[in-house]
């Protein structure tokens, strides 16, 4: 039966925390001003959609932020942690608290996350094809750039080596490990 549990957290986990990024890239999408024809861009308004359009009749925007899709984020964290609860603590009923903390603690745990990833991928991409266009480099660079500025005025690039993405990801780590969230919800 442990087995089973674990099994299922880990597919529960894992399915829930994919969608939540892709909810949470739209979000940042929208931030950054995104170029909303770009192919990705398109993906991940077609996917989120309906959810967020419901919460839309509910939630009005505030300003650049799109406060229903951030609420669905809030949503689906909730839910998740309540999930890894149920599954991966059984003695553990539900707490309504802690479990709201939690989940804004796992949200922005994903969002570094998020942003962990997307350097990685941008750092990638540059190296083994440095010159060629594709909507998913434009995409990075639009959600990268914001991160990255600051630290390039600060910190120059070295013989045309730049630091700056090393830098951010040291960083967003820090943040992510001095975040107070359970090892459980990691």
Known sequence: MANTNNALLFLVDTVLS????VVLLRVILQLVHADFMNPVSQFVWQITRAPVNLLRNVIPRYRNWDMPALVFVFILCYALIEAIL????PGYGPQFIPAVAWAILKAATLVCNLYFFTLIIQALMSWFSPNQYSPATAILFTINEPLLRPVRRVIPSFSGIDLSP???IIGLQLVSRLLPLPGLFR
Request: glycine share 10%; hydrophobic share 80%; proline share 0%.
């Open 18 to 21: 994919l969608y939540i990024l």
């Open 86 to 89: 149920a599954l991966g603590a």
């Open 166 to 168: 090393l830098v951010v």
